[in-house]
């Protein structure tokens, strides 16, 4: 069964860090890039940042930039987004999802960040 | 900076057909940005309906397509049923490995 398990969320106070994980299972992860995508509470989707099958190319949405950073470890089949200088507004449930190079074909149940003093 | 746009709400009688966009700020949707459509019920992750424009994912009934009209993407449901009453969100792919959400569609069935 083809399978994405975020974890790695919880509390945080404005200003800390936190590194979230996605563990793939099911296909072979290094045939896809991979994206996070994360939705504010009763807000809509927002796409955070992607990288490619291997690594090699990354994007960030404006929002993010700078402070956060995705990387992959296609031996682990796992993703993972380094997130820094959080702040109130990037609380949110985070998904993993897989890029099947048209969109995404499949989405993680999501792991949740708060950000709040 | 680049927006994608959905209408916020859209109400369809069940059995009717309803056609929700997703358009671009500036410009037009073209196959080049990927527009794809994803249901989200309240509680649950996204579930992916349609991508490339146009095709159908695994197991999504044939009574959703996609499609690009004028200047926008589309997405068509044919024979609404009470089910079907969830937000619908596109996304559309920038160049450069940038992707962006429009706000989401939320269908009312009554």
């Known amino acids: 069964e083809v399978q994405l398990v975020e974890s790695g969320g919880g509390m945080i106070r404005p200003g800390g860090s936190l590194r979230l994980s996605c563990a793939a299972s099911?296909?072979?992860?290094?045939?896809?890039?991979m994206s996070w995508v994360r939705q504010a509470p009763g807000m809509g989707l927002e796409w955070v940042s992607g990288?490619?099958?291997?690594?090699?190319?990354?994007g960030y949405a404006d929002s993010v930039k700078g402070r956060f950073s995705i990387s992959r470890d296609n031996a682990r089949n796992s993703l993972y987004l380094l997130m820094n200088s959080l702040r109130a507004e990037d609380t949110a449930l985070y998904y993993c999802?897989?890029?099947?190079?048209?969109?995404?074909?499949?989405w993680g149940q999501g792991t949740m960040v708060s950000v709040s003093s | 900076q680049t927006v994608v746009t959905q209408e916020p709400s859209f109400s369809v009688s069940p059995g009717g057909t309803v056609t929700l966009t997703c358009g671009l700020r500036?410009?037009?949707?073209?196959?080049?940005?990927?527009p794809s459509w994803y249901q989200q019920t309240p509680g649950q992750a996204p579930r992916t309906l349609i991508y490339?424009?146009?095709i159908r994912s695994s197991g999504v009934p044939d009574r959703f397509s996609g499609s690009i009209l004028g200047n926008k993407a589309a997405l068509t449901i044919t024979g609404a049923q009470a089910d079907d009453e969830s937000d619908y969100y596109c996304?559309?792919?920038?160049?450069?490995?940038?992707?962006?959400f429009g706000g989401g569609t939320k269908l009312t069935v009554l």
């Open positions: 999802a897989r890029e099947n190079g048209h969109g995404f074909d499949v």
């Open positions: 099911g296909f072979t992860f290094d045939d896809y890039g």
């Open positions: 990288i490619s099958w291997n690594g090699a190319n990354t």
């Open positions: 500036s410009g037009s949707v073209s196959t080049s940005n990927y």
């Open positions: 490339n424009a146009n």
């Open positions: 996304v559309q792919y920038m160049g450069g490995g940038i992707w962006v």
